[in-house]
């Protein structure tokens, strides 16, 4: 932050000329500098680095990782012995807890608890923005105030009623529990979304006579696919990535998810320590590219002041 | 094949789960338009937030509600204790280290991930567009990652090897190297050293998301400002804090406030990486070992029911905020 003020002449001159020199001016201002760089090179290096070592040492044999860091590896990069697959093979369909059916388990409990809350989501966000009704406002208001409630005050009593009507270690038991701990910010978003609509093309919608399931139908859920997106993608990193909830009403049984699995393996000494830096990247593989190929919408709804508690 | 019919279950709940919901909303929808237009109009917005309203009432009010009332019963919620669940968690010494690690994870991880956000956010803006696009993709890449999968990444960094022998996590061979001793760091509990390493972990997920909202917010300064200030001859230091900081104030609170809310019931990293043993134990771990591992239902809903006290404020907060908004809008 060190950069020479350089600002130019621009005391003389008028309206749009003006505008002109000072914006080559902060440009110039902006110039990146050799301590700008360089702390920026290592600021990378320093969050990327964590990921990568991960990355090496799960392709690395037992007995090496064992023996010797991971970054001892590039001194003999091109050696036949320095690299393997068998952790992701041992840790993939071997051991006592194979981590495909996990992946699989992970995948049958994320899909449905991102998208069962959405349809319920948009219908509530539709009426909050294009309706009007007694208490309206106040409702929204306790949704927003549930934005910050933190899940764990509905575990115990949901544990005893999941265990009284026989749902615990089931997938219902999930999908339902994510479907209602994520609903106050899907219609955060969604509601907030759908306010910024220009409100001319719903009127005329009415003056044509459209009902209001029709005009949110055709209307109002073609133009919010930004905001459904937004929130799929939150609700879906955020499902995938829950330990929480997934080991009270699952737990490490055959329903099994990733995480749970995972934390097993971290607990391992010795033998099978491997196995976890494998089955870590596993688990990774998915969110991130969620996260690369879909990174736009992501941002656009952390931006618009969608933040889950 | 077990796998296969977990899938084609997992799909089959998509689809029965929307086209359910669309037949549910469609037939009330048509119930609702037999009735008088009056009426009609008065029914249909409940129809509309009815479902949502329904789930976020079974899933989160009424547990709430049963929260506060289980934590004044004992651990099985067979009788009541009154307030012994709250006076035995606050008296005894291994809560109360609880409460001040806690407390220390509230100060440090948003405090850090916030100044490193706002340090990357500042530094990317001057580099080219291209870099600046790439350096904050790459420091914003954590957060994809699950609080498990970090805890596996870090483990190797911590990993400890017996002094003598050949250190295989990247923090004792680099102590090593500069002539330390190896270490345990996760169980070296002095100076809560540990506590520290783990915050650690949550402060390198977090400041990709403080960085991006503070560079949106930085970005939005108007340029005119700043440039009053160069005119006046301030120096880079001087407008950034006299005039950038001021500008992004909002911002900074509220990023502040939403990595705080998280860390107050933060689980994962403890669980996974310590247990909550050597001193390291925070609310969030507390509440599940009471519930797991003590079967303790009455502690573990005082514990929530503390938590949630402590987080009313930011609530009241978060409210105040929207309404702010929505004048604005």
């Not at chain 1, 976890?276 to 596993?282: H, K, Q, R």
């Amino acid at each position: 932050m060190s950069t020479p003020t350089q600002t130019a002449p621009v005391a003389g001159l008028q309206g749009r000329s003006r505008r002109r020199a000072a914006k080559v001016a902060t440009d110039k201002g902006k110039k990146p500098n050799i301590i700008i760089t360089t702390v920026m090179v290592l600021l990378c290096i320093a969050w990327v680095l964590p990921t990568f070592g991960l990355f090496v040492t799960s392709l690395r044999p037992e007995e090496d990782i064992n023996s010797s860091g991971w970054w001892t590896a590039f001194a003999n990069p091109l050696s036949a012995t320095t690299w393997t697959l068998e952790n992701y093979q041992g840790v993939w369909s071997g051991g006592q807890t194979p981590i495909n059916i996990s992946f699989v388990n992970s995948l049958a409990v994320a899909i449905p608890a991102t998208i069962l809350p959405i349809m319920v989501a948009a219908f509530a966000a539709y009426a909050f923005t294009f309706m009007e009704f007694p208490g309206r406002d106040w409702i929204f208001v306790a949704f927003v105030a549930l934005l910050v409630v933190p899940n764990q005050v509905a575990l115990v009593p949901l544990l005893q009623f999941y265990g009284q009507i026989g749902l615990t270690g089931t997938f219902p038991a999930v999908w339902l529990a994510h479907a209602g701990f994520g609903m106050p910010l899907a219609v955060y978003i969604l509601r907030n979304y759908m306010a910024t609509l220009p409100r001319a093309v719903i009127e005329s919608a009415k003056i044509d006579g459209a009902s209001h399931f029709v005009t949110f139908w055709r209307l109002i859920v073609p133009m919010s696919v930004p905001a459904l997106v937004s929130f799929a993608i939150f609700q879906f990193l955020w499902v995938w990535n829950d330990l929480l909830v997934a080991l009270v009403f699952l737990g490490s049984g055959e329903n099994m998810v990733l995480t749970v699995n995972i934390k097993g393996l971290v607990g391992q000494q010795g033998q099978g320590a491997n196995l976890l830096t494998a089955g870590a990247f596993i688990s990774m593989v998915i969110p991130l590219l969620v996260f690369v190929g879909l990174q736009r919408y992501f941002v656009r709804g952390m931006t618009s002041g969608a933040v889950k508690g | 094949m077990d796998i296969a019919i977990k899938l084609i279950n997992a799909l089959l709940a998509v689809v029965f789960g929307v086209l359910g919901a669309l037949v549910l909303y469609w037939v009330l929808n048509k119930i609702v338009e037999k009735l008088p237009n009056k009426v009609e109009d008065r029914v249909k917005p409940w129809v509309f937030i009815g479902p949502a309203v329904l789930l976020v009432g079974l899933f989160l009010i009424y547990p709430a509600i049963r929260t506060i009332i289980l934590s004044f019963a004992n651990s099985t919620s067979t009788a009541w204790v009154g307030t012994e669940n709250y006076t035995n968690l606050l008296g005894s010494s291994s809560f109360q280290q609880v409460l001040i690690n806690t407390l220390l994870w509230m100060i440090v991880v948003p405090t850090m991930s916030v100044a490193l956000g706002l340090v990357v956010a500042v530094l990317a803006d001057r580099l080219n567009p291209r870099n600046e696009k790439l350096s904050k993709s790459l420091i914003f890449m954590p957060m994809a990652i699950s609080m498990v999968g970090a805890a596996a990444i870090w483990k190797i960094i911590y990993e400890a090897k017996p002094a003598g022998s050949t250190q295989t996590g990247l923090l004792n061979a680099i102590w090593v190297g500069l002539g330390g001793e190896p270490q345990a760091w996760l169980q070296f509990s002095q100076l809560r050293i540990n506590s520290l390493l783990l915050m650690v972990i949550l402060i390198w997920l977090q400041a990709g998301f403080c960085m991006v909202l503070l560079s949106a917010a930085i970005k939005g300064v108007p340029e005119d400002t700043i440039e009053a200030g160069r005119i006046d001859g301030a120096s880079e230091l001087a407008i950034f804090f006299r005039i950038v900081v001021p500008q992004i104030w909002p911002t900074v609170i509220t990023v502040f406030v939403t990595v705080l809310i998280g860390v107050m019931k933060v689980f994962d990293i403890v669980y996974v990486m310590t247990g909550g043993n050597f001193n390291t134990d925070i609310v969030g771990n507390r509440f599940f070992s009471e519930l797991f591992t003590n079967g303790n239902a009455g502690n573990a809903a005082a514990i929530v029911v503390m938590l949630m006290i402590a987080i009313t404020p930011f609530m009241v907060y978060q409210v105040r905020q929207f309404r702010k908004q929505e004048v604005e809008r």
